[in-house]
């Protein structure tokens, strides 16, 4: 029953500190057991994926110790082979990166099939295809299990048939301890892969050309212990940059890399926010009334799939016609219907959304249908007239750590509660300091 209760109508203003990337963390983790000697990882978001995937990490012989809220210690001298498999495991995304690291380490993995948010089909051939060309044999095991088996994996020449983040992760997990040279072509560029690229020279592994579309990877015989420090997220810095503007407010996101961020700023200036970079922060100012504007996702550099959420809310308070086009995955507008809940005027045909822009968003009773669209119906709660109730916020936690804390820190008002009654109180209590009613909508509860 935990949810959030928002009350719209203030400008988010202050300055708000993005964690370690989840997506960076989650191959980094699982990569930490291709040594028998211990890893520090620091800077890892304290969000519900990550405890999982540590849970998966240990439940196979790996010592995990969580010394401080930010930093794991891996070692993986334990590690025995057993199938990675639990209820929690098939829930997220980042699992299949057990394939790729157990495989590299032990020429056998057994994990169950990945989960993650319900976007679209997401198959795993590309992962599969690459196993297959280090010399690996895969199956497929009921109910839901890849098995990936090697005697030895030996480099060789991949082209990926599309960018996938995912299959370029694993690949680089299973290459860097075969004997020769991988080359992926076709890699994907994102921040991520690069920090995980990073981490692994750490360890002794030689790998060149990450953040580039062709990654080489020269095969060592082991990797050794390391201490490292994940890049800042990007997607959590973008989501503050368009709350920011969402609610006219003026906003710095700190501890980020601004060169991440440059779609996301590029898009923000083109709708008429003033954004200013320094070195490892970014200012969002947004005064006047936002630009309609058109986005399509790409691989990066290209504006992230990952954002697209939250820019539909965000061009659904312009003063025109805007275009949201899909360029990742299949089916990724499944918030559209909350947000027309709110008075967004939306029409979605296949990949593509065609927004109306409104003056403003009304409250209403909604539920966050996965973690991107959660966090952007947060935004739009928070730039609503009214009081709005946001339910599956487990989607949103999977991702983002304290949110609604930092989001407090920024003076939006929004409170997690845990039972009806609770919810009923933070109802009240924000009904009391509205003048002239709620603006909720008839599925709310006040
Ligand atoms: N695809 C295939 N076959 C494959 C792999 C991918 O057809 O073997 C397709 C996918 O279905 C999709 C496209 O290729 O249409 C790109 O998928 P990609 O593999 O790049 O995505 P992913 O690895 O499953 C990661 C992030 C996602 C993020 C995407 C794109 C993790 C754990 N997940 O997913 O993050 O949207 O890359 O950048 O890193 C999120 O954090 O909310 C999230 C969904």
Redesign the pocket.
Known sequence: MEHYIVKGGTHLCGEVEIAGA??AA?AILAAAILTDEPVTIENVPDVSDIRVLAQAIESIGARVEHPGRHVYRIDGAGVHDLPVDNELIRKI??SYYMIGALLGRYKHAEVALPG??T?????????IKGFKALGAAVTFKPPGRVEATAKNLRGTHIYMD??????TINVMLAACLAKGITVIENA?K?P?VVDLANFLNSMGARIKGAGTDVVRINGVERLHGTEYAIIPDQ?EAGTFMFAAAATHGDVTVTNIIPKHMESISAKLKEIGCDVEESDDAIRVVATHRLMPNNVKTLPYPGF???MQPQATVLLGLSSGTSIVTEG???SRFKYVDELTRMGARITVEGKTAIIDGVASYFGASLKAPD??AGAALVIAALAADGISEIYDIHYIER?YEDFPEKLRGLGGEIVKVSTPEEGEQAVRRMQMSIVGGTGMTERGTA
């Open positions: 989840k997506n989650l995304r980042g993650g948010c976007i679209g089909l997401r198959p795993i051939d590309q992962h599309m960018v996938s983040v995912g299959a994907a994102e991520h997607i992230p799939t990952d990742i995955f299949e973690l991107r991702g």
